[in-house]
């Protein structure tokens, strides 16, 4: 069953100044949902990372919201979806 996300921290991921991709979404506390979503971007765009650099990536994004790593942007936003044309579910 498909759930409607209202509210969440949403992660996108960008490669070569491409548009940010949204890599997924997270509702509630969970550190390790947050690392992984950030390993998946890497591995998705095929750039190699050893967990400390997912962890230094994951630190940096959630102090300042947006970090940049060897050719990846990584963005990070809190919002409502329901002030956004941008519905997610799960």
Do not use: H, Q
């Amino acid at each position: 069953m498909k759930k409607e996300i209202k509210e969440g921290a949403f992660i996108y991921c960008s490669k070569d100044n491409a548009p940010y991709n949204l890599m997924g979404v997270i509702t509630e506390d969970g550190l390790n949902l947050f690392l992984k979503l950030i390993r998946d971007c890497f591995l998705f765009e095929g750039v190699s990372a050893e967990f400390r650099e997912v962890y230094d990536v994951t630190t940096s994004l959630i102090m300042y919201n947006e970090t940049e790593f060897k050719n990846l942007k990584f963005k990070l936003e809190f919002k409502l979806t329901e002030n956004n044309s941008e519905k997610v579910c799960i």
